[in-house]
Each structure stands twice: as C-alpha cells, then as structure tokens.
C-alpha cells in the first residue's frame, strides 16, 4: 500500500505522498510543522480546521492547497483517502488510506490527551499503522494537564509579585496557543513574540477561544510589562530581544523537560513538562486501539518501541525518517522521575 521513496511515503496506487520530504505532485499532510508541511508541491490535501495555519505556512506555495472536512473521504486514482483527528495542533491529522480491502492508517504526530485548541485524537482501525515514537521510552509519562498549568500560573504569579516578567517559551504554532489557554489573566497581561501572535490570530479566525493577549512590541513601547507573561519561541532565550524586558525568569514548556539534563542545556530557569505528543503509555494504548496487528514506527526512539512491539506478538519494523532517530545513548544519564514535572533553579 504504502513504500518509503526518496521523496518520502508513497502510495504508488493513488500516486500521492504523505508529509513528503520534497516538492511532489500531490501531497497528503498531515499538519503544518516544518518537518512534515514541505514547499513547492503542485497540491496539498489538508484537513480543513487547518486551511489557515498551513496557508501562512505555504505562503505563495497556496494556490494548490485543498482541503475536507475530518472523515470525509475524497477518491485518489481509486484509493479511498479520509483524515481524522490526530489531537497534536489545529487542523491535524491521521491519514487513512484504503484500497482493495486493505486500511492503512498514518498517524503524523499526534497526542491523546484533549485541549481545547484543536481536535481530539480518535482512534483509527485499520490493518497497518504507521506511528510516531518521539518519546517512545518508558521514563516519559505525563503529569495531569491541570496540573501542570497550575504549577505554570504559580509560578508566573510568584514572579509577578517579585517584580519580574516571566518568558515561557514554546513553539510558536500549536504548543504556543495551548499554554496559552491554560493560563490565569488575572495574574497579569499576557504578551505574545510576533511569531506567536500571528499564529494565534489565525487560532482566534478558526474559532478557538483564549484568553487576551498583546503583541509584546507594543506593550514595550508603551511601557506596559509589568508582572507580565511572554510567550515566545524557544529561540529568544539569551537574545537581545529578551533583554528589553529587564528583570526575568525564563521556562520552557516541552516533553523534553522530563528530563533533566535538556531543562540545564536549555538554560531556563523552569521547566514544565507539557507535550503535544503522546507519552509511553499513550503510545501504547492508542496503537492498540487501531487494532492494527501491523506496526510501523517513525521519528523518534524507533527501536525502543519496535522491540517492545515485537516482544508483545506484533509485526513491527522502524519506518526511516530524513529527520533520524532519537539518540537513547544521550539520555541515560540525565533521566529523572518527577511528579510535578516542574522544576526551578
């Protein structure tokens, strides 16, 4: 059904590809993240909840973009093709592809804890599933949402009382508009780097409701940082930009917080563990909510979760990525179990 080509999967019955690595003819995507949105193909079939991210990511690369509606089928060279929830950001997908009784289901990266800025995952049945691995390791497993957000607004209310404005730093599309949905305006204002705010107004465009926010630029020229939080991109930490706000304190949102040697080569000052993936468990139980007896397994700790699939009776095998594997070697000394996935210097 499915092949691995240089331009990346490749479904030869329908002459399409999925989140290639090139400009292809016909592209099925299944989100607008770098690594699986790429310029220059002639068309894009996205799910339609992201018609407005993906066209600020294609820029002139849009006039080809078409979209349907999460589990409408569309009819490629006769291969049914639908898209599904996938839960990761707005408008993300699962690709399913179906052609003489035989399912596949791709899943793009995905996560199963809901949030209120994007869909939520649903399972997929389907013969053959092809999953992401990013934290396919069993140290990864997740503290409650509420609770991290709690620990995220104490914090920020702490540093607003010493005087000080908080940087949390995220990726500008999709984890961005999800930290800020969890946090307390009350605390103070909440300012966003340009590269979040334009992201966010298209959240706004597509309906997701949250909470006020202020372009960071304006708030510095007209004084108004006080007790603030800024989200921004990882990239800002340590830049000139950041310095405009005087006296801070520096956090970054991510899965990799879990572990403790990424928050000190992050050099933050908090770290919150918050992903937009699926943990070890989740993992676990979504693949065996597809049902699927066939497992292909991506973009991450690969061979970790091969082996525990093969071990477990299913017929597994690493799908290789442009993007290569997570390096396990790098992590055995600096991992740590923290409850609160929270932690301050």
């Known amino acids: 059904m499915l092949t691995i080509t240089s331009n990346g999967l490749y479904c030869e019955a329908g002459d399409f590809h999925i989140d290639p690595w090139a400009p292809v003819a016909r592209a099925v995507v299944t989100h607008a993240h770098g690594d699986h949105l790429t310029w220059g193909c002639e068309s894009y079939l996205v799910a339609r909840d992201g018609i407005g991210v993906t066209r600020e990511r294609l820029g002139a690369w849009a006039n080809g973009l078409d979209t349907v509606s999460y589990g409408e089928s569309r009819i490629i060279n006769g291969v049914r093709v639908s898209l599904h929830p996938a839960g990761h950001i707005l408008g993300s997908a699962q690709v399913r592809v179906e052609y003489s009784g035989e399912v596949w289901v791709v899943s793009g990266d995905y996560k199963t804890d809901p949030d209120p800025t994007c869909a939520a995952w649903e399972p997929v049945r389907c013969h053959t599933f092809i999953t992401e691995s990013t934290f396919g390791l069993p140290v990864y497993r997740w503290p409650s949402q509420q609770q991290v957000f709690a620990d995220?607004?104490?914090?920020?209310?702490?540093?607003?009382?010493?005087?000080?404005?908080?940087?949390?730093?995220?990726?500008?599309?999709?984890?961005?508009?999800?930290?800020?949905?969890?946090?307390?305006?009350?605390?103070?204002?909440?300012?966003?780097?340009?590269?979040?705010?334009?992201?966010?107004?298209?959240?706004?465009?597509?309906?997701?409701?949250?909470?006020?926010?202020?372009?960071?630029?304006?708030?510095?020229?007209?004084?108004?940082?006080?007790?603030?939080?800024?989200?921004?991109?990882?990239?800002?930490?340590?830049s000139s930009w950041l310095r405009r706000f005087g006296e801070t304190r520096t956090a970054f949102a991510s899965g990799w917080m879990r572990v403790r040697g990424a928050r000190r080569r992050r050099g933050v000052d908090a770290g919150f563990t918050l992903s937009d993936h699926v943990d070890w468990p989740q993992l676990l139980g979504a693949i065996e909510a597809t049902g699927a007896e066939r497992v292909w397994v991506t973009h991450g700790f690969t061979n970790a979760v091969v082996q525990w699939l093969t071990e477990h009776g299913y017929d597994a095998q690493v799908l290789p990525t442009r993007w290569g594997d997570t390096d396990e070697a790098e992590l055995k000394a600096d991992v740590v179990e923290e409850p609160t996935g929270q932690e301050a210097s």
């Open 152 to 238: 995220i607004n104490r914090w920020w209310a702490e540093n607003a009382q010493a005087g000080r404005v908080s940087l949390l730093c995220g990726y500008a599309l999709g984890k961005a508009q999800r930290l800020i949905s969890g946090l307390d305006p009350s605390i103070g204002p909440i300012l966003t780097h340009g590269a979040v705010e334009r992201m966010t107004a298209l959240y706004r465009d597509a309906g997701i409701v949250l909470p006020a926010t202020r372009y960071a630029g304006d708030a510095l020229r007209d004084k108004a940082i006080a007790g603030a939080m800024v989200i921004a991109p990882p990239s800002v930490t340590g």
